[in-house]
């Protein structure tokens, strides 16, 4: 079955950076949408980032953009998300999620068929 492992989260103070991974395995990965969620204590899901099967094409949340940046390399089947002048409002758990089928960017969590167990992120004022 399809793995998704996060990896990178951990404590940071206001303004810090931090590095995200998932790394996916059983999985078509070049032919898949691979997208950022996070979920914060108390709080709905919410949409982070995506990233186009080819990486030609990225999306982001208004709370992120300029600050977050996602990439990928299908060749080790992995995406990841740069966050940088991280603050505390940022402090939430990330999960990675896969939309397979050269499928098109989407914001909707339901959208997406795979799941990662999340990786947490704490950022300190």
């Known amino acids: 079955q399809v793995q998704l492992v996060e990896s990178g989260g951990g404590v940071v103070q206001a303004g810090g950076s931090l590095r995200l991974s998932c790394a996916a395995s059983?999985?078509?990965?070049?032919?898949?949408?691979m997208g950022w969620f996070r979920q914060a204590p108390g709080k709905e899901r919410e949409f982070v980032a995506a990233?186009?099967?080819?990486?030609?094409?990225?999306d982001y949340a208004d709370s992120v953009k300029v600050r977050f940046t996602i990439s990928r390399d299908n060749a080790k089947n992995t995406v990841y998300l740069q966050m940088n002048s991280l603050k505390p409002e940022d402090t939430a758990v990330y999960y990675c999620?896969?939309?397979?089928?050269?499928?098109?960017?989407?914001?909707?969590?339901?959208?997406?068929?795979?799941w990662g167990q999340g990786t947490q992120v704490t950022v300190s004022s």
């Open positions: 999620a896969a939309r397979g089928g050269y499928r098109s960017i989407s914001q909707t969590g339901d959208a997406y068929d795979y």
């Open positions: 059983r999985l078509t990965f070049s032919s898949a949408v």
């Open positions: 990233i186009f099967w080819s990486g030609a094409i990225t």
